[in-house]
T-cell receptor, first 114, second 110 residues
């Protein structure tokens, strides 16, 4: 089945620095990638949708200048958290449509900002 | 905007007994999903329900969909410890976005 490879799985960064998270679709083309954020013991909240070759669309309340999304190719979408602060510490998960009506999820990135 | 309500939020199960998790959604959705999440992990797909009356079963888990009632259920038969996890339902919108329920944290005790 469709596989999305997400890296890194864990990252610790200093406050004020930027962190890039990558999601690669393996053996298939992902024209759309959904980016979610999950705080501890909470549900997944959609942050933005990236489409290959066009600008990402952000959900209400998500700062597009802080969470930069790039979908430059059909197999790679990236999320960059710029000027990270402790409140950005969270579990970030990417997802794309897989076979049929199903969705494939990346393995997630645990971001800790210190 | 599709809203999904899931209950209960926490479920303590006794091994060997049966339980049900409920998922209500607010507007028409032609796709309903169930996922499992283990601590520190991403989501594992359990079921995709696409039509009214759809029923799918895998091992001790069975999911059903009633689009008229806007209700999906996840039924657990004879709970075992391995089923301890958080279960999410999610509804699919026309724009292919998923709206997730709050999740049900299941703990199975002996």
């Amino acid at each position: 089945g469709a596989v999305v490879s997400q890296h890194p799985s864990r990252v610790i960064c200093k406050s004020g620095t930027s962190v890039k998270i990558e999601c690669r679709s393996l053996d298939f083309q992902a024209t759309t990638m959904f980016w979610y954020r999950q705080f501890p013991k909470q549900s997944l909240m959609l942050m933005a949708t990236s489409n290959e070759g066009s600008k990402a669309t952000y959900e209400q309340g998500v700062e597009k200048d802080k969470f930069l999304i790039n979908h430059a190719s059909l197999t790679l979408s990236t999320l960059t958290v710029t000027s990270a602060h402790p409140e950005d510490s969270s579990f970030y998960i990417c997802s794309t449509q897989g076979d049929g009506y199903g969705y494939t999820f990346g393995s997630g990135t645990r971001l800790t900002v210190v | 905007e599709l809203k999904v309500e899931q209950n209960p939020l926490f479920l303590s199960m006794q091994e060997g007994k049966n339980y049900t998790i409920y998922c209500n959604y607010s507007t028409t959705s032609d796709r309903l999903y169930w996922y499992r999440q283990d601590p520190g992990k991403s989501l594992e797909s359990l079921f995709v329900l696409l039509s009214n009356g759809a029923v799918k079963q895998e091992g001790r888990l069975m999911a059903s969909l009633d689009t008229k009632a806007r209700l999906s259920t996840l039924h657990i038969t004879a709970a075992v410890h391995d089923l301890s996890a958080t279960y999410f339902c999610a509804g699919g919108s026309n724009d292919y976005k998923l709206s997730f329920g709050a999740g049900t944290t299941v703990t199975v005790r002996a």
